[in-house]
């Protein structure tokens, strides 16, 4: 019974611990035997947590700087320990039992993992390393000054020893109680060399040693660099990180602002999809549109830094594609094929004023009109002006043709091209929105279907009212003709036109017109003038689904004057008097001659001259004017003065 006895006890003992730390088992040092896990992790945890508030303090070449356990991530593997001491003279029944007698004398005690970060420890001695150390390692220095190059070679000089310093601060930052540690220090060799100095001196050279080319081959475009451009563009950085290096980079903003007086004579502006005509056969194709181009910065840069640092001269100027068309060939391309839709030619009446329609004719030759848009001669052609060229001739003002004076006969004779153009928008089934014919029919146009022009009005215009655009071309033939051609796509619509008999004629309104020339009761007839007539023009537009629209334009011309001339006294309503005839009145008085024109309606007026007959003083000698006159004119009487001459006696 005797040796059973401890038996039991460790029976016992073995039942009433069980779940606990086996007696006499501590880490770092803490005694957690007899306590459950929970409690001792609770114990560990503690120990952790002072860990993690005490501060270290280290010294760098006599400076003193705290590290914040906290700031390298400091952290203990609690969980880790705890279960080794809770395995700690574990066994079964009987394998356990001499490990349970050794725990009564047996001291075990567990380490406890404790974890830092060596990289986040490495920054903080590279921040004191920075700060405390008077004399490190120098890796050399290269920069562009004024007109020259500055450079130092690397020193030797010093630094913490880096694999000893981590090694030494993790050690420290798991002991509780912590002393002010000084860090070892070690010579700093620096990485580059004399010889990496002078590689990058001697490249600089090169680069401002003379312009740099950059060569377009495809546009034949030549950019230059100047020397003093590159050197302000030019960034020299000695890169301490390992590996140790000299960099030689061009700075980009500061290439794109040595680009930019460059844009507007290297850059081109997007272009336009356009539209093609053959007027011989009618065929209508697309140019196709292009992209602008722009200068690149960025690819600048590279080529520049490039042809510079190699002491190449030329290096390559390579474009960026630009902004885009506001037309692209696609767009064109929608509208789908284009042809001729209708054409409409007149016949020129002659030289004087072809010059003035064909001016009228390449101003508008080309112009696109819009689907949707309205177009307007004079919006388009603006005011007819003599700086423009236009010359002067004759016009249809206050009812009859006159030339040349006056402000409207300047582009006289261009609503020959007007009537064109109405006509090939009529027979094109387009919109019309204005057109006036002229107030006196002019034969060589289309009666009824014709169009006159001034500034700001009368005008034409009409709307694009289909789905493609309107391609205006105009030709003429010599001195013959002018041709004005539609192009595009007006969906399948027919026009003809239909005109009506003349009506409601009137005779020509009687105008006269005065000349003094004529004698009163007499007459020249000027002009016979031409009847007046109202006439119907219709268009017959003939849709794609058959349906029929019928659109009449009424107008009335109003003839040309009969003219006739006639003295002004002879004119009605002009209130001139007619001529009468001046009374004789020499051999009278100047009393008798002065009321006898006086009488007749006439001013008179006298003058004197010396006569040598006694007989002729105060008679009337001569009159002037003499013949019919207007009353009121002015009569000169000359009247005769006698003098007798001297006494001899006397």
């Known amino acids: 019974m005797i040796l059973l006895l401890p038996i039991a006890v460790y029976l016992t003992d073995r039942i009433a611990s069980n779940g606990e730390i086996p007696r006499n088992v501590s880490v770092v ?3 957690i035997g007899g306590l459950s896990r929970d409690d001792a992790i609770v114990v560990i945890k503690e120990y952790e947590t002072n860990l993690k508030s005490e501060k270290a303090q280290f010294v760098v070449s006599g400076s003193t700087y705290e590290l914040d356990p906290l700031s390298v991530g400091l952290t203990a593997n609690v969980d880790e320990a705890v279960d080794t001491a809770m395995n700690q003279r574990s066994g079964g029944v009987v394998g356990g039992f001499v490990p349970w007698i050794r725990g009564f004398t047996e001291q075990v005690d567990v380490d406890l993992a404790v974890t830092v970060d060596d990289e986040a420890i490495d920054a903080h001695l590279r921040d004191w390393e920075k700060d405390a150390i008077e004399n490190p390692a120098f890796e050399g220095s290269v920069a562009i000054v004024g007109d020259g190059i500055d450079f130092e070679y690397p020193r030797i000089g010093q630094r913490i020893d880096r694999p000893a310093a981590v090694a030494l601060v993790d050690t420290v930052l798991t002991l509780p109680e912590r002393q002010v540690t000084e860090l070892p220090l070690t010579d700093s060799v620096p990485e580059l060399t004399a010889a990496d100095i002078d590689e990058a001196v001697a490249t600089l050279r090169r680069m401002v040693s003379r312009p740099v080319l950059l060569y377009n081959e495809e546009r034949n475009v030549v950019l230059t660099v100047a020397p003093d451009e590159i050197s302000s563009a ?3 950085e000695v890169i301490e990180d390992s590996p140790a290096r000299v960099e030689i980079s061009l700075d980009a903003n500061r290439v794109a602002e040595i680009l930019e007086p460059h844009r507007a004579t290297l850059e081109l502006p997007p272009v336009n999809a356009d539209f093609e005509v053959d007027l011989e056969t009618d065929e209508v194709t697309i140019i196709p549109s292009k992209n602008g181009t722009a200068l690149d910065p960025e690819s600048a840069t590279v080529e520049l830094l490039e042809t510079a640092t190699s002491g190449e001269a030329v290096g390559d100027l390579i474009f960026a594609e630009g902004a885009e068309p506001e037309f692209t060939t696609a767009d064109a391309e929608a509208f789908g094929p284009l042809g001729l839709v209708s054409e409409f030619t007149t016949q020129t009446p002659g030289v004087d004023r072809l010059h003035t329609i064909h001016l009228m004719a390449e101003t508008i030759d080309g112009y696109v009109v819009w689907p949707g848009e309205e177009f307007s001669i004079n919006d388009v052609v603006g005011q007819r002006t003599e700086a ?7 016009a249809i003002i206050n009812g009859e043709v006159t030339c040349c004076d006056e402000p409207a006969n300047v582009g006289g004779g261009v609503s020959q091209y007007g009537t064109t153009i109405y006509n090939a928008i009529f027979f094109g089934c387009y919109e019309d929105l204005e057109h006036t014919p002229h107030s006196i029919y002019i034969s060589r146009y289309p009666e009824g279907r014709e169009a006159t022009l001034g500034f700001p009005q009368p005008d034409v215009r009409f709307r694009n009212d289909t789905d493609a655009p309107v391609i205006i071309r105009n030709s003429y033939d010599g001195n013959s ?8 796509n007006n969906g399948g619509r027919h026009c003809e036109a239909e005109r009506s008999e003349r009506s409601n004629f009137t005779e020509p309104k009687l105008v006269y017109e005065g000349n003094w020339s004529l004698s ?8 016979k003038g031409s009847q007046g007539w109202t006439v119907t023009v219709t268009r017959v537009m003939t849709m794609p689904d058959g349906t029929v629209i019928r659109e009449p334009y009424t107008h009335r011309y109003k003839g040309s004057f009969r003219k006739i001339e006639r003295h002004p006294c002879d004119i009605p309503g002009s209130g001139v008097p007619c001529p009468v005839g001046v009374p004789g009145v ?8 002065a009321a006898t024109l006086a009488e007749a309606g006439f001013v008179v007026n006298v003058t004197y001259a010396d006569v040598a007959d006694a007989a002729q003083d105060g008679i009337v000698i001569s009159s002037s004017p003499g013949g019919s006159q207007r009353p009121g004119t002015t009569i000169t009487i000359t009247v005769g003065v006698y003098t007798p001459p001297p006494d001899n006696d006397t």
């Open 29 to 31: 040092g803490l005694d």
């Open 234 to 236: 030019t960034v020299v």
């Open 388 to 394: 423009k060229g236009y010359q002067r001739d004759g």
């Open 481 to 488: 003709t002018i041709t004005v051609r539609f192009y595009g």
């Open 520 to 527: 009163p009761g007499t007459e020249n007839v000027v002009s």
């Open 586 to 593: 020499n051999g009278l008085s100047e009393a008798e001659a």
